[in-house]
């Protein structure tokens, strides 16, 4: 009786456990972040993951501090010193700091900081990914513990896959179903978002499912490599052939290639240790992973050979047509690395579309607006976006922190005492390094695979002292980050209550500002803006059938609806929010006038000033981009072609010219300024920007059939330099 007494734990042992569980709770529910899609958000597939993984590593960080509050004897405070001296520990906090502090030196330190909706990767969220990084190395160390952090990611993984699968189901269906009205209803149309024959899944960009899919599948490896159940380990094996296939569903060439180079390496590393081990017989486990791999690697060839002709994929048996799919990212790459050589130091986070505007290349007009954008604001190449983020430093930071990964992982298979389980293991390792970095050379870094890479380096920290890595002096191998013993003194000297309850009392107030700044108020933001656009096309679509619309009352609606969201107080999205309005009155405006609806002058007319006068007060604040400017300039063109007002006129050839000021090869400014002078009737000015135009692209060729056309309609002739 006595006995149990002493072993019972104490109330605040039960506390501390607790905290510590629903800490561990939160980083489990992190990982639910890819499933994240919601149309009540504007840009459903990103702005909900941003929050929701932020707030959920802010409710982990504080049950963490309360757990050491009540408690600082649990196992987890008791971190050995090692893992504090460990070097890619080290390297990597430096990295993400070094990628923080670049906001501070670049164009609009608020955008590095904050970052946008459509993004949402700014330097505050890179802070939100190594603290992650730093509660999963002290929360998930047992092998349960990483079993069941390991499964909610492949099971998370399943779902957005299968999401997938029903955009490719849904895309196939309308396809067949053609024109036919009943037969396409059948389809349920809009049930998937983003419905293609290239899938993105529940992450919005097959790009980024394809970098997502790659550290699945290496988990997924992990853990059929540590389960001793046969049933478990097939059943891993078929989740690895489907997100296999739907990797390849993707059709992002790079990233098959890179996967295709890690199996291979996998393949190699399996082959040297049945080399290695000829004297002796092979273990079971070696045999069947080899199988594994070799038929994973079949497949995926199978499916090259069958169905190359009819995807994206056929470029990569054609030298002309792979330069010509490559064509948008090589000229990108020649921009950035000017900016890199004018300033080798970086230019700040999220501030790579000023830099491409500088050293434009006219040969990129036409290519974004196949990509669906108005331009680009990535380098889409990892090596080139840190070296523009943070210049060559944070580039040799990101060599650096690769470069010792692959000395310990590839030093350990050389290891006499490591056993051919953890030799699997640091083959895995390594191959999902190589199939990373590869599909890196033309993509970059989101939330969901920022989010999987730190968990790849927790787990491979974990893992480190199994793979070989041996104490020079002793001889003896350390247990490395997941576990040890407590030392007397040091990290794991209790410290005094007050000191204890002060640190949750001042992380508390942290965590509550920093839940409203960076989660609540965008959360608010991004829905009121979603809302007013779903609330304006209704509202349009409605005035446009019936005989008397009160265009007045719609328009003022409008501003009311858009305006809200303007001046809602959150830290990030206010340029987003005046480019949305924007561009969603150009494109009704535009409307009207093809479908020849009258609209009231007076009222079009104090639409966009009332538009016009929030973009002066935002670039009060805030440096406006080109984009910001082209998208006003040209509802403002939409609005003069309407109402032939002329202040309408006048203000849109001032942004054009502001944009022309700071970028003079800025392509769509000088087509903007052809068609406002179209628009006016002032011949002089369009020969002026034709010959400008013609300077800068003189194979435009098609690309200016519209405008070649309007051009002849309002002066009866062809300009000289298009005949």
Same mark, same amino acid.
């Given at each position: 009786m006595t006995r149990e007494r002493a072993t019972k734990p104490s109330s605040r042992a039960r506390a501390a456990g607790l905290c510590l569980n629903l800490a561990r709770l939160c980083l489990y529910l992190s990982l639910l972040t890819p499933l994240i899609l919601s149309r009540a958000l504007y840009f459903p597939a990103v702005t909900g993951k941003t929050i929701f993984f932020r707030a959920a590593v802010e409710g982990a960080l504080l049950f963490f501090v309360a757990a050491y509050a009540f408690d600082p004897r649990s196992e987890e405070f008791l971190t050995?010193? /090692? &893992?504090?001296?460990?070097?890619?520990?080290?390297?990597?906090?430096? &990295?993400?700091?070094?990628? &923080?502090?670049?906001?501070?030196?670049?164009?609009?330190?608020?955008?590095?900081?904050?970052?946008?909706?459509?993004?949402?990767?700014?330097?505050?969220?890179?802070?939100?990914?190594?603290?992650? &990084?730093?509660?999963?190395?002290?929360?998930?160390?047992?092998?349960?513990?990483?079993?069941?952090?390991?499964?909610?990611?492949?099971?998370?993984?399943?779902?957005?896959?299968?999401?997938?699968?029903?955009?490719?189901?849904?895309?196939?269906c309308l396809a067949a179903a053609g024109g036919d009205g009943p037969a396409a209803r059948a389809c349920r149309p809009g049930t998937f978002l983003g419905a293609s024959i290239r899938i993105s899944g529940t992450i919005g960009n097959p790009i980024y499912l394809a970098g997502y899919l790659i550290f699945q599948l290496f988990?997924? /490896?992990?853990?059929?490599? !540590?389960?001793?159940?046969?049933?478990?380990?097939?059943?891993?094996?078929?989740?690895?052939?489907?997100?296999?296939?739907?990797?390849?569903? /993707?059709?992002?060439?790079?990233?098959?290639?890179?996967?295709?180079?890690?199996?291979?390496?996998?393949?190699?590393?399996?082959?040297?240790?049945?080399?290695?081990?000829?004297?002796?017989?092979? +273990? +079971?486990?070696?045999?069947?992973?080899?199988?594994?791999?070799?038929?994973?690697?079949?497949?995926?060839?199978?499916?090259?050979?069958?169905?190359?002709?009819?995807?994206?994929?056929?470029?990569?048996?054609?030298?002309?047509?792979?330069? !010509?799919a490559l064509a948008d990212r090589l000229f990108v790459w020649a921009m950035i690395v000017s900016a890199i050589k004018e300033w080798p130091w970086g230019w700040g986070v999220e501030n790579l579309p000023p830099l491409i505007d500088r050293y434009y290349d006219p040969r990129l007009y036409g290519l974004e607006e196949q990509q669906g954008a108005m331009s680009f604001d990535r380098a889409h190449n990892l090596f080139l976006d840190y070296a523009a983020i943070g210049g060559l430093p944070l580039a040799l930071l990101f060599l650096f922190l690769w470069g010792l990964f692959f000395y310990r992982v590839v030093g350990s298979l050389f290891h006499r005492s490591v056993d051919h389980q953890s030799r699997l293991v640091a083959l895995a390792f390594v191959a999902c390094a190589v199939s990373y970095l590869i599909q890196g050379? /033309?993509?970059?870094?989101?939330?969901?695979?920022?989010?999987?890479?730190?968990?790849?380096?927790a787990l491979f920290l974990n893992e480190g002292g199994k793979m070989g890595r041996m104490d020079k002096k002793t001889g003896v191998?350390?247990?490395?980050?997941?576990?040890?013993? !407590?030392?007397?003194?040091?990290?794991?000297?209790?410290?005094?209550?007050?000191?204890?309850?002060?640190?949750l009392c001042a992380v508390l107030p942290i965590v509550a500002v920093t839940f409203y700044w960076l989660d609540w108020l965008p959360w608010q933001r991004a829905r009121l803006l979603a809302d007013a656009f779903k609330a304006t096309e209704r509202h349009y679509n409605r005035l446009i059938r019936v005989p008397e619309p009160d265009w007045g009352r719609f328009f003022l609606d409008t501003d009311a609806r858009?305006?809200?969201?303007?001046?809602?107080?959150? +830290?990030?999205?206010?340029?987003?929010?005046?480019?949305?309005?924007?561009?969603?009155?150009?494109?009704?405006?535009?409307?009207?006038? !093809?479908?020849?609806?009258?609209?009231?002058?007076?009222?079009?007319?104090?639409a966009v000033g009332r538009v016009n006068a929030e973009g002066e007060k935002l670039s009060a604040y805030v440096p406006l981009r080109s984009h910001t400017c082209l998208e006003q300039a040209g509802m403002n063109l939409a609005a003069a072609e309407i109402t032939g007002d002329q202040e309408s006129y006048r203000k849109a050839a001032e942004l054009i010219h502001t944009v022309l000021r700071l970028y003079p090869r800025k392509m769509q400014a000088w087509v903007l300024s052809l068609e406002i002078a179209v628009a006016k009737g002032d011949r002089e000015g369009a020969d002026s920007a034709w010959r400008r135009i013609h300077a800068l692209r003189p194979d435009i060729g098609s690309l200016l059939d519209r405008q070649r056309e309007d051009y002849r309609k309002r002066f009866g002739t062809v300009p000289g330099h298009a005949a």
């Open positions: 050995p010193p /090692t &893992f504090f001296k460990d070097s890619l520990v080290i390297l990597l906090v430096v &990295f993400v700091c070094f990628h &923080f502090f670049s906001a501070f030196w670049g164009d609009n330190a608020r955008l590095s900081l904050f970052s946008n909706f459509e993004r949402g990767e700014g330097g505050i969220q890179m802070l939100h990914f190594l603290l992650f &990084f730093l509660l999963v190395l002290f929360l998930v160390r047992s092998p349960g513990q990483w079993s069941v952090m390991l499964f909610v990611s492949i099971c998370v993984a399943v779902v957005v896959c299968l999401y997938g699968i029903g955009q490719w189901w849904e895309y196939r988990f997924v /490896t992990y853990l059929a490599v !540590k389960t001793n159940k046969g049933s478990l380990r097939v059943f891993l094996v078929a989740v690895a052939v489907f997100f296999s296939v739907c990797l390849f569903m /993707t059709q992002v060439r790079a990233a098959l290639v890179g996967f295709l180079a890690g199996v291979a390496v996998l393949l190699l590393g399996l082959g040297w240790l049945f080399v290695r081990d000829q004297k002796e017989k092979a +273990p +079971p486990l070696v045999k069947k992973f080899s199988l594994a791999a070799f038929s994973v690697f079949l497949l995926i060839l199978l499916l090259l050979y069958f169905l190359v002709p009819q995807t994206r994929y056929a470029a990569l048996l054609d030298l002309a047509a792979l330069k !010509k050379l /033309t993509s970059f870094d989101v939330n969901t695979t920022y989010q999987a890479l730190f968990l790849f380096f191998r350390p247990k490395g980050v997941g576990g040890g013993k !407590k030392e007397p003194g040091g990290v794991n000297k209790e410290k005094g209550p007050w000191v204890r309850w002060a640190a858009f305006r809200e969201a303007l001046h809602q107080q959150a +830290p990030v999205g206010g340029e987003e929010a005046f480019i949305a309005y924007s561009r969603l009155l150009k494109e009704m405006l535009m409307d009207a006038k !093809k479908q020849e609806i009258p609209l009231p002058a007076g009222e079009v007319t104090a």
